[in-house]
């Protein structure tokens, strides 16, 4: 392959107290790959501005009349990271051989940007940055992220473990991307569905340069939420479950009742109140998951996503 042309996507919401140092970092990478010949003279930085409400994209405008490899794009207003990222990602998967994204604040370690881009020049699609731990991480933070991937992985979602979003992706990844049409597209699970050869390279997490995290508990409880329900079937078959396991307890309970009755030993009117209350309970969620199960199957329809790509061809 000829000296790939690579785009760095970073996506920045109120970022303003970041973007100097974050533009100043990136552009010193890309000079030196330059100069090493990993990659083209034309590769770039774009900064993707969330509806920021700060500065941000008067930032972005003065430091790409700094540096000549800094280009920027303005959402009309704020989307969300998943969203921005991948309004990035398909504005310039056509202006690059890969495009890597990652965070504004740089908590991902940019030094790994180059292991990246050698996986790519070796015929790599996809290259996951995985961190190693996250010493750096409040206590909360550190617990409820771990926590995320173990319940992910229980409701059957495909997720790289310890993978955010800092990865590099090559222009038939990125086409298959623009193929999933769904409107809530959780591109960390997305990814791995999508096949060909993909990769990891191992960093470590690092403090934010400035600024304070814009993900709130609530915005991580949504996100995940989001994961969930946009990959799996799990929560309804799991209504399913929960009905037939409080049917069966109900039997149980007729059967101690029946054994109560014949050995006069009841409390009266127990069996007629308590009894078709589990019943009935347990009749309608088993009712409700079998709807359940038919809307699953409606909504994987409704999604249309695509069920194949090609890697190779032999003419
Ligand atoms: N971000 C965004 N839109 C939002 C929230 C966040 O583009 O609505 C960006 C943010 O500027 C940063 C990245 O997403 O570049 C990750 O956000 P943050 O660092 O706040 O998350 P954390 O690292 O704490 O999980
Ligand atoms: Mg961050």
Redesign the pocket.
């Known amino acids: 392959m000829s000296i790939p042309q690579i785009g760095i996507i970073?996506?920045?919401?109120?970022?303003a107290l970041v973007l100097n140092e974050t533009s100043m970092r990136l552009t010193s990478i890309l000079e030196e790959l330059i100069s090493k010949n990993s990659i083209s003279e034309n590769s770039f930085i774009a900064f993707?501005d969330?509806g920021s409400t700060d500065s941000t994209w008067k930032s972005i405008e003065e430091n790409s009349k700094k540096y000549s490899h800094v280009k920027g794009l303005k959402l009309a207003k704020?989307?969300?990271?998943q969203n921005?990222?991948l309004a990035g990602l398909l504005t310039y998967k056509d202006e690059a051989d890969a495009l890597i994204s990652i965070?504004?604040?740089l908590?991902d370690d940019v030094i790994v940007i180059e292991e990246m881009i050698n996986k790519f020049s070796q015929g790599t699609d996809v290259v996951y940055g995985v961190r190693k731990e996250r010493k750096k991480d409040s206590f909360f933070?550190r617990n409820t992220a771990l926590l995320f991937y173990r319940l992910m992985k229980k409701m059957r979602v495909n997720l790289v473990y310890n993978h955010?979003d800092f990865r590099l992706c090559s222009k038939r990844v990125l086409n298959a991307l623009d193929e999933y049409g769904e409107v809530n597209l959780f591109i960390r699970g997305i990814i791995p569905t999508i096949g060909f050869n993909q990769d990891v390279v191992y960093y470590d997490r690092l403090e934010?340069l400035a600024g304070?995290?814009?993900?709130s508990f609530f915005?991580m409880v949504s996100f995940a939420w989001n994961g969930i329900t946009s990959f799996s079937n799990y929560p309804l078959r799991l209504v399913t479950i929960i009905g037939f396991v409080i049917f069966f307890l109900c039997l149980l309970m007729s059967g101690y009742a029946l054994f109560g009755l014949y050995t006069g030993n009841y409390v009266p009117g127990w069996l007629s109140t308590v009894l078709p209350m589990y019943f009935l309970g347990g009749v309608q969620l088993f009712c409700f998951g079998i709807i359940g199960e038919y809307i699953g199957k409606i909504y994987s329809e409704v999604k249309k996503r695509p069920r194949y790509f090609i890697d190779k061809k032999i003419d």
């Open positions: 970073s996506p920045c919401y109120n970022e993707i969330d704020n989307v969300g990271h921005a990222l965070d504004a604040d908590q933070k955010a934010r304070k995290s814009k993900y915005k």
